[in-house]
């Protein structure tokens, strides 16, 4: 038997397995703000991409890169496509089983930007900017990860 296969299935049982317990908390989040607020935040953004890329390449430090302004502009559809998306789902019941697309979208999304800011952000210093938009990651891919674990209630529960 190989032990390379038996040892990460090991540790993603454990994890698994221990993640019942964390349901009995009572957290609750209204999707809806959640949700409203993830949509303004990245329809800002993709409008921002789309519409200034030079402006943003500059402030970013790649000014003279011919393909950013074009990487950029993919992003910001990238982006609005997302703030769509989370707009017109906002009075859906998500989470659970239910909007679980979306839920599942918006987790990894938030959870990957996170982590990549968390890592780049501890291995040197950055704008304030970058700070706050580590921070706004962090709190969306927490709420998210609440969403997407937890039942849904409606307001008559």
């Not at 609750?28 to 519409?51: E, P, Q, W």
């Not at 890592?119 to 891919?141: S, W």
């Amino acid at each position: 038997m190989n032990r390379a296969r038996i040892f990460p299935r090991f540790f993603v049982v454990r994890i698994l397995s221990s993640l019942p317990r964390y349901y009995k908390l009572g957290i609750t989040v209204n999707t809806k703000l959640v949700m409203t607020a993830s949509a303004i935040i990245l329809t800002a953004a993709g409008i921002a991409c789309i519409f200034f890329p030079h402006e943003l390449s500059i402030l970013l430090g790649a000014g003279g890169e011919p393909f950013v302004p074009m990487i950029l502009k993919i992003l910001g559809a990238l982006y609005f496509a997302f703030g769509m998306l989370n707009w017109t789902a906002k009075e859906n019941l998500i989470g659970g089983i239910y909007g679980r697309p979306i839920a599942v979208a918006n987790l990894s999304h938030f959870t990957i930007g996170a982590l990549s800011l968390l890592k780049g952000n501890t291995l040197q210093l950055h704008p304030l900017a970058i700070v706050i938009l580590t921070i706004t990651y962090v709190i969306f891919a927490i709420l998210f990860g609440i969403i997407f674990f937890r039942s849904p209630t409606t307001a008559q529960q």
